[in-house]
């Protein structure tokens, strides 16, 4: 979803500096967003940097600025909001493990960092609720029937010993 918004955004400023097959460059821009690091700076900064050596400096200045401001901050602003509101990882742990996922991992922790946080958070949510559920069974046994579990994990009431 951010690629196809970077994509856009960087084919909509293509198409105000006249540039000619700005949809093809605008659908690069969306392919390269999904690769990590380079992104679509890959597209907007050639463009931007050959309009400048051609003689178009407005258009130049105006393709490079619109991507390092606008296109990259896409990418910043869009992507904590999308992911936390997917999986409902808040976004500080977000941050946190993707450093911590890139410092660990190199690039490929950009992805890795927030899928172990998903992951966990999910099997601690899980047990969470065991522990709830048998408590819950505990505290409506009090008759003098003990809680075992058997081998397939299913709460069994036993008298107790």
């Known amino acids: 979803m ?6 856009v955004l960087g084919g909509i400023s293509f198409l ?17 967003a999904l690769v990590p ?9 050639p463009i931007g940097l050959w309009l400048l050596i ?3 400096t407005w258009q130049g200045i105006f ?6 401001v606008v296109i990259s ?3 910043n602003v869009l992507r904590p909001i999308l992911v936390g509101r997917d999986t409902g990882i808040p976004d500080w742990i977000i ?20 899928l172990v946080a998903g992951l966990f958070l999910a099997s601690w ?5 065991q522990r709830d559920e048998d408590a819950q069974a505990l505290a409506e046994g009090d008759d003098g029937l003990a809680i075992a579990v058997d081998a397939t994990g299913r709460a069994t009431r036993t008298a107790e010993a």
Not at 37 to 45: H, L, P, S
């Open 2 to 7: 951010v690629g196809l918004v970077q994509g």
């Open 16 to 32: 105000i500096v006249g540039l000619e097959s700005a949809l093809l460059f605008g659908v690069l821009m969306t392919i390269f």
């Open 37 to 45: 690091v380079i992104g679509a700076g890959a597209v907007y900064v």
């Open 54 to 56: 051609v003689g178009s």
């Open 63 to 68: 393709v490079l600025v619109v991507g390092f």
């Open 73 to 75: 901050s896409a990418d």
């Open 95 to 114: 941050l946190i493990t993707t450093l911590g996922g890139i410092s660990f991992l190199g690039f490929s922790g950009i992805v890795l960092g927030p």
């Open 125 to 129: 949510s899980i047990l969470q609720e």
